[in-house]
C-alpha cells in the first residue's frame, strides 16, 4: 500500500485569500486530491474552516449539500472518487469520543477525510495527513491566511 497522494496546492505555503479566492483554492484542491487522505483543518470559531471543506468537496466531486457537523460530530458524503467523511471534533468531550463516531474504522477506510479541529484528537491523525491551517488576517477581515505542509 502507498501513502496519499498529496495534491500539488497542499506543498508548504502560505496565501492571503478572499473568501472567493478560498473556495477557489479549495475546489482546486478538491480536484487535485486522491483517496485515502486526511486534511486536518485548524483554525478559529469564524476563519473559514467549514467553507474550505465544502470548497474541496465539490472540487472531490460531492454534489450534496455539505454542512457542518458541529452537532452530530460526522458526516459522510458520497463521490464518484471515494466516500468522504467530515469530522468536527469541537464539541469533543475526550479521546475516548472518538471510538464513538468510529474513528479507528476510518483511519483503515479508501476515503477523503477532513477533520476540523484536528487537535482535539490529540495526536491520532495518520502522520501522514495534509495539515492546513486558517487565521484571521490582522487589519483586513475580508480575508484568510492559509498555511499548508
Avoid at 15 to 36: I, N
Avoid at 45 to 70: F, H
Avoid at 82 to 93: A, G
Avoid at 142 to 149: E, S, V, W
Amino acid at each position: 500500500m502507498h501513502g496519499p497522494i498529496i495534491p500539488p496546492l497542499a506543498r508548504r505555503g502560505h496565501l492571503a485569500l478572499t473568501q472567493p479566492e478560498l473556495e477557489q483554492w479549495g475546489h482546486s484542491f478538491g480536484q487535485a486530491a486522491h483517496a485515502p487522505l486526511w486534511i486536518a483543518i485548524s483554525g478559529d470559531l469564524g476563519a473559514g474552516k467549514t467553507t474550505l471543506v465544502r470548497s474541496i468537496c465539490r472540487g472531490y466531486g460531492v454534489t450534496t449539500d455539505v454542512t457542518s457537523p458541529t452537532y452530530a460530530l460526522v458526516h459522510e458524503y458520497a463521490s464518484p472518487r471515494s466516500q468522504v467523511f467530515h469530522l468536527d471534533l469541537y464539541r469533543l468531550e475526550s479521546r475516548g469520543d472518538l471510538t464513538n463516531i468510529g474513528w479507528y474504522d476510518l483511519l483503515d477506510a479508501r476515503a477523503l477525510v477532513l477533520v476540523e479541529w484536528p487537535d482535539r484528537a490529540a495526536g491520532l491523525i495518520p502522520p501522514d495527513h495534509v495539515s492546513i491551517d486558517l487565521e484571521h488576517l490582522p487589519g483586513d477581515p475580508d480575508r484568510r491566511l492559509l498555511l499548508t505542509g
